[in-house]
């Protein structure tokens, strides 16, 4: 009895560490700074399905824009390569992140270099670029399965979750303020463990999904 009363003790824990690890969207915490102002930010979905931090001003209106000025993508802050993320690896997502999110917004409006009264700002940043150990699975809560979870840590065996964070916004030229901002958080393909370096395909369907996203982007359905 005492060994099923410990055993539904685990369970009951296990739905309880799952439930705390659902979230989908990037926490207060993982903000960068990038954005001057977070408060106003709502959870919502985009257009292929998947939680993104938005905010839209209500007075926007793209048919009063006849363009936009592009800013390339960035990191901020600039990150520091590690052996599992190379600076090869790193330029890798920051040119593939630029190249599609330039060719969706430009589906919006003709790109310019100069900005006039009716013109659009777009800029925005990766914000990070992460590799954890997998959280624990639900079968590991029972306490011997826990043991062999943390062996696998100790020894780099474990399963590494990828995730890469963005910030973007795009700012009326003539009164500098935004009319949207995002913040979005993408889970990445998993390594197998700490010594498998991270690629360019690791993240690259979070990317696409993006560029699919920006360039589906309608302000009329979020009103």
Same mark, same amino acid.
């Given at each position: 009895?005492?060994?099923?009363?410990?055993?539904?003790?685990?369970?009951?824990?296990?739905?309880?560490?799952?439930?705390?690890?659902?979230?989908?969207?990037?926490?207060?915490?993982?903000?960068?700074?990038?954005?001057?102002?977070?408060?106003?930010?709502?959870?919502?979905?985009?257009?292929?399905?998947?939680?993104?931090?938005?905010?839209?001003?209500?007075?926007?209106?793209?048919?009063?824009?006849?363009?936009?000025?592009?800013?390339?993508?960035? &990191?901020?802050? %600039? =990150?520091? *390569?590690?052996?599992?993320? @190379?600076?090869?690896?790193?330029?890798?997502? $920051? /040119?593939?992140?630029?190249?599609?999110?330039?060719?969706?917004?430009?589906?919006?409006?003709?790109?310019?270099?100069?900005?006039?009264?009716?013109?659009?700002?777009?800029?925005?940043?990766?914000?990070?670029?992460?590799?954890?150990?997998?959280?624990?699975?639900? &079968?590991?809560? %029972? =306490?011997? *399965?826990?043991?062999?979870? @943390?062996?696998?840590?100790?020894?780099?065996? $474990? /399963?590494?979750?990828?995730?890469?964070?963005?910030?973007?916004?795009?700012?009326?030229?003539?009164?500098?303020?935004?009319?949207?901002?995002?913040?979005?958080?993408?889970?990445?393909?998993?390594?197998?463990?700490?010594?498998?370096?991270?690629?360019?395909?690791?993240?690259?369907? %979070?990317?696409?999904?993006?560029?699919?996203?920006?360039?589906?982007?309608?302000?009329?359905?979020?009103?």
């Amino acid at each position: 009895m005492r060994t099923h009363t410990l055993f539904k003790v685990a369970v009951l824990s296990g739905l309880l560490a799952l439930t705390g690890c659902a979230s989908k969207v990037a926490e207060p915490d993982q903000y960068s700074g990038f954005l001057k102002d977070y408060s106003n930010l709502q959870q919502t979905t985009s257009a292929t399905g998947k939680p993104t931090l938005r905010w839209v001003d209500p007075s926007y209106d793209p048919a009063h824009y006849d363009n936009i000025v592009y800013n390339d993508i960035t &990191y901020y802050p %600039v =990150p520091k *390569a590690s052996t599992q993320i @190379g600076a090869h690896t790193l330029e890798e997502l $920051r /040119t593939y992140t630029n190249e599609k999110i330039k060719t969706a917004v430009a589906q919006h409006k003709p790109l310019v270099k100069t900005a006039g009264p009716r013109s659009l700002i777009f800029r925005g940043a990766i914000t990070g670029v992460s590799v954890k150990k997998e959280g624990l699975q639900f &079968y590991e809560v %029972v =306490p011997v *399965a826990l043991v062999v979870a @943390g062996t696998e840590m100790a020894t780099g065996h $474990r /399963t590494m979750d990828t995730h890469l964070f963005f910030e973007g916004e795009l700012i009326d030229a003539a009164t500098n303020k935004p009319v949207v901002k995002v913040v979005r958080m993408g889970e990445g393909k998993d390594l197998n463990n700490e010594s498998t370096p991270m690629t360019l395909a690791t993240l690259k369907q %979070v990317i696409d999904d993006m560029a699919t996203d920006t360039a589906m982007f309608d302000v009329k359905a979020t009103k």
